[in-house]
């Protein structure tokens, strides 16, 4: 073979693997870019995906706390409700006990006056009376109710209400010479002052 044909067909050869390496290479470029785009948007699906379920569950937390506070307040109001109700009975019925306890001595009462007006026995109908008023007494002693001891004792405003000022010798002065009501204390507490005459 010619040798200048010789040179000419292998120039053709090196052309021609180097435009073949050259498109090679061209087409690498976008491959490798692609999959960068593909794998970039593959996080950014993964990411929107955590923050789209972390939504959902916020959502669902701040409901439950929504729910469960409807129901504390449901709950508080029948509390409040129910308070209130009993509290408004124990102010209405407060006296209960104590004015069922005093029924029988009011029975007594009526059973001594049927007496006296069926017999003419005075003793009978005293008794009877003595009878119901410690009746009467113990009912009131039970619930804390005491007579005070008036007589004899320097004046107090808060336990005496005078009514009078008397001179006498037999107590000194500011005394209470008299009790003409009697006074009551309630435990600790004066139920009612006693009405009473002082020496002056």
């Known amino acids: 073979m010619n040798p200048e044909k010789e040179e000419n067909i292998a120039t053709e050869t090196m052309n021609e693997e180097a435009a073949q390496a050259a498109h090679n290479h061209t087409e690498d470029i976008p491959a490798d870019n692609a999959t960068a785009e593909s ?15 972390e939504l959902a569950k916020a959502k669902a937390e701040a409901e439950e706390y929504q729910q469960r ?28 006990k104590l004015v069922t306890e005093l029924l029988p001595v009011l029975d007594n009462f009526e059973r001594a006056l049927a007496t006296e007006q069926a017999a003419s026995e005075a003793e009978s109908f005293i008794k009877g009376v003595d009878m119901i008023f410690r009746q009467l007494g113990q009912v009131l002693e039970q619930e804390g109710v005491k007579p005070m001891e008036a007589v004899g004792q320097p004046f107090n405003p ?36 006693a009405m009473v005459k002082v020496s002056g």
């Open 69 to 96: 506070f409807l129901r504390a307040q449901a709950d508080f109001d029948n509390f409040r409700r129910r308070t209130l109700k009993e509290k408004e009975d124990l102010a209405k019925y407060a006296s209960a």
């Open 158 to 193: 808060e336990f005496h209400q005078a009514v009078m000022t008397v001179e006498t010798d037999e107590y000194e002065e500011g005394t209470v010479v008299e009790e003409l009501q009697k006074g009551y204390l309630l435990k600790d507490k004066v139920l009612r002052p």
């Open 39 to 53: 794998s970039e948007g593959n996080t950014s699906s993964s990411e929107g995906a955590v923050e789209d379920a």
